[in-house]
C-alpha cells in the first residue's frame, strides 16, 4: 500500500513562471490537505479538499494560487507567476476521514524560485 | 499571530538519557494534539497524541502530557536513542478539524 506519493520531489522555476505540484493520496483516502513550510519554520496549512470539492481554503494567498481535487487524478497545487517567496517545501497530507490518526503526510516538494 | 509555539529550537541530549520537548498555545478552541517527527528531506511522520479530555498518553519510550490549564504540552521520550534525532514538531487543531496548526518545530540530538 503506497503511501503519499508527490511529484516532483524536487522543481525549479524561474521567476514568473507556472509551478504545478501533484499530490496521489493514499488508496482509500478522499480527504486531502495542502501545507507550506518556508525555512525554519513550521508547516503552515493551505488548503483542504475532498473529491471536486474545496472545503477550506482559509490558507491560501490570495493571488496566484489554486488547488484542486478531480474526481479522476491527483491533487493539484497551481502557483502562476512564481517569485522568489514562493520557495518553500510544499507537503500534501491525506486521510480516510477526519480522524487525525489517520492523517499521512507525503514526502513533499521543494520548490526553488530562480 | 503564532498560536502554537516551540521555544526551543534545538535541544541536545545523551544516549539512554530523558529528551523532554515542549510546546505552548494560545488559542482555548484546540482539543486535540499531535507531536509529529521529522527527518530532512521528508515528510512529517505522525508519533504521538492527546486529547483534551485526557491530561497524559503514553504509547512506548513516547509519552505526552497537557496542562490545558497552563495551554502546555509536553513530550518525554525515554530512554533517548541516537535514531530519535530528527526535528520534532507539535501540532493542534480545533473541534472543526480541517487543519493542524503547527510550532516552529524542536531539533533534537541525541548524543552516543
Known amino acids: 500500500n503506497a503511501g503519499v506519493m508527490q511529484n516532483p520531489r524536487h522543481l525549479v522555476r524561474r521567476r514568473g513562471q507556472e509551478a504545478r505540484l501533484r499530490c496521489s493520496p493514499m488508496?482509500?483516502?478522499?480527504?486531502v490537505y495542502w501545507y507550506r513550510q518556508l525555512p525554519e519554520e513550521g508547516l503552515k496549512f493551505m488548503v483542504y479538499?475532498?473529491?471536486?470539492?474545496?472545503?477550506?481554503e482559509s490558507g491560501m494567498p490570495k493571488e496566484r494560487f489554486s488547488a484542486e481535487f478531480p474526481k479522476e487524478g491527483p491533487s493539484i497545487l497551481r502557483i502562476q507567476q512564481v517569485v522568489r517567496g514562493d520557495s518553500a517545501a510544499y507537503f500534501c497530507?491525506?486521510?480516510?476521514?477526519?480522524?487525525?490518526?489517520?492523517?499521512?503526510f507525503g514526502s513533499g516538494t521543494r520548490l526553488t524560485v530562480v | 499571530d503564532q498560536q502554537v509555539k516551540q521555544n526551543s529550537p534545538s535541544l541536545s541530549v545523551q544516549e539512554g538519557r530523558i529528551s523532554i520537548l515542549n510546546c505552548d498555545y494560545t488559542n482555548s478552541m484546540f482539543d486535540y494534539f499531535l507531536w509529529y517527527k521529522k527527518y530532512p528531506a521528508e515528510g512529517p511522520t505522525f508519533l504521538i497524541s492527546i486529547s483534551s479530555i485526557k491530561d497524559k498518553n503514553e504509547d512506548g519510550r513516547f509519552t505526552v502530557f497537557l496542562n490545558k490549564s497552563a495551554k502546555h504540552l509536553s513530550l518525554h521520550i525515554v530512554p533517548s536513542q541516537p535514531g530519535d534525532s530528527a526535528v520534532y514538531f507539535c501540532?493542534?487543531?480545533?473541534?472543526?478539524?480541517?487543519?493542524?496548526?503547527f510550532g516552529g518545530g524542536t531539533r533534537l540530538m541525541v548524543k552516543p
Open positions: 501540532a493542534a487543531s480545533d473541534n472543526a478539524g480541517n487543519m493542524l496548526t
Open positions: 479538499l475532498q473529491k471536486e470539492n474545496i472545503i477550506d
Open positions: 488508496k482509500g483516502h478522499s480527504h
Open positions: 497530507a491525506s486521510s480516510p476521514g477526519t480522524d487525525w490518526a489517520g492523517y499521512t
